[in-house]
């Protein structure tokens, strides 16, 4: 048997989870070794360090001649794992990028080995009824009122608001529709509207990082007659902020326009009861978009679109006879190919339904809860931190924007320049893995600001409390050197330490 004849075996089958656990065995180690030799939330050295080991054990990935299955894994994956960016370490806290359950993670072994394409019944028997009992739970939990909610598995908020835009054109044709939006929205709402060939939306000024909603009147008031679509958002990227969507949802109807709400970061608030309220007013939106691979703890990717009416789905109805022939649609095969508008696509809603079943809406509650009862925390600590201060305001679900005392002593700009310094740095040294967000301080000056969002179902404040400390310690280093006590250039601090 050659070195590559084990690659050759197949994962499904009767005999394909042996050999699954015989290599999953080696991942497992692999996992294991390439976290020990990381040490941290992520890789020392920076860019360069990075793809020099990586390289040295990937390389070549094409060789003439195959390594064998094990030496394979045993390779890439210790040099992926030693190089990652580890959301499941306390330290790593920039982005919305969770740590993903072990069940998730699990059941998405499973979907892989057994490969269903979720564009034809004949892929995908059991999968499909999975899907459709997974987006049914979701749909109501979205749109509880509704008497036929629906709901799609996406790759996430961007598809999502995508297909949200596609769907809103369709019902305004063949007048062209306007999009209306917050200047706080994410940046997919501008890029699908660029996609599918509307005006760029208009925006509408933001107050403390939600949309104003007077702002709101008085642009709806002057666009006059015609469909109009209004994107408010429930989470934030940078602060996690929730848009007003009562007051919202009321201008909207006053105007006879429609409103969408992208929720991919707080949809799963309405997991628990004593959270959901935030989100009051959410009812009222024809499509929501919620996501589950940042504050639900899914693998990428595990994305949802949700609308009031499974109705307004029809325009993605689309017959390919070799996928939803008539015939066979009447004779009883359902017709999956409307439910996305990509074709092959992978069984994410298996991985979902394994951790709502496992955890069920409680335990779900008791995850979401903890990750914003600790944001608060850590508010507090940064509050109380005589070195550092919060951005003026309440914690934005479980995100908190702060920066080094330091940094105000200096120019407005040399100072941003020194907070950028202090993520770089602590990037470098693999010691903690810090977002950036620019948002209005106090005084309403826009600054920029380091960006915890704390997405860890498990981490305790005590665990987070250490970051505190490796930012003034950063700090003061660049602070230092902005002041020309430890450059070794001559330079100025703000082309030094550019942000």
Not at 292 to 309: F, I, R, S
């Amino acid at each position: 048997m050659s070195a590559g004849t084990g690659g050759r075996l197949l994962a499904g089958g009767e005999h394909g989870p042996g050999r699954l656990r015989e290599l999953t065995a080696v991942v497992l180690d692999a996992l294991e070794s390439g976290a020990r030799a990381r040490g941290g939330p992520l890789p020392a050295g920076g860019p360069e360090a990075v793809a020099r080991r990586t390289g040295a054990l990937c390389s070549p990935v094409l060789p003439e001649e195959g390594v064998g299955a094990e030496a394979a894994l045993a390779d890439l994956v210790r040099a992926v794992a030693e190089g990652a960016a580890d959301p499941a370490d306390p330290a790593c806290v920039a982005h919305l990028h969770c740590p993903p359950l072990a069940v998730a993670v699990a059941a998405e072994l499973a979907g892989a080995a057994l490969n269903p394409s979720m564009d034809s019944w004949d892929q995908a028997p059991a999968a499909g009824v999975i899907e459709e009992l997974t987006t049914a739970a979701l749909a109501r939990l979205i749109h509880p009122g509704a008497p036929a909610p629906d709901a799609l598995i996406t790759s996430g908020g961007t598809e999502s608001n995508l297909v949200a835009l596609l769907l809103a054109r369709e019902r305004a044709a063949p007048a062209p529709l306007r999009v209306v939006t917050g200047a706080n929205a994410h940046h997919s709402v501008h890029r699908a509207a660029w996609m599918l060939g509307l005006p760029a939306p208009t925006v509408v000024p933001c107050h403390d990082g939600r949309i104003d909603p007077a702002a709101l009147d008085r642009t709806l008031a002057g666009l006059g007659d015609g469909p109009v679509l209004v994107v408010a958002t429930a989470g934030t990227t940078d602060e996690g902020r929730i848009d007003p969507l009562p007051e919202i949802a009321r201008i909207v109807e006053r105007y006879g326009a429609e409103l969408h709400v992208d929720a991919a970061y707080g949809g799963p608030l309405l997991f628990s009861e004593r959270l959901a309220p935030r989100l009051a007013g959410l009812e009222h939106a024809v499509s929501v978009t919620f996501d589950l691979h940042k504050l639900g703890w899914q693998p990428v990717a595990a994305g949802v679109l949700a609308v009031a009416d499974t109705a307004l789905l029809a325009p993605l109805s689309l017959r390919a006879d070799y996928l939803n022939a008539d015939d066979d649609t009447e004779a009883g095969l359902p017709d999956l190919l409307g439910r996305s508008i990509r074709t092959t696509r992978r069984p994410d809603a298996l991985k979902i339904a394994a951790t709502f079943r496992a955890l069920g809406r409680r335990g779900l509650s008791e995850l979401v809860e903890h990750c914003v009862r600790t944001a608060e925390e850590f508010g507090r600590a940064v509050d109380a931190h005589p070195a550092l201060r919060r951005r003026p305001g309440g914690i934005g679900i479980s995100t908190v924007l702060f920066r080094p005392v330091a940094a105000d002593a200096l120019e407005p700009e040399a100072g941003d320049a020194v907070v950028a310094e202090v993520r770089r740095t602590l990037l470098m040294d693999g010691r903690a893995v810090l977002g950036r967000a620019v948002a209005e301080d106090g005084d309403g000056r826009r600054r920029l600001w380091l960006k915890a969002t704390l997405l860890h179902p498990a981490a305790a404040t005590a665990d987070l409390l250490p970051l505190l400390d490796l930012v003034t310690e950063a700090a003061e280093r660049a602070a230092a050197e902005g002041d020309g006590g430890g450059g070794d250039t001559g330079a100025p601090v703000t082309e030094r330490l550019s942000p």
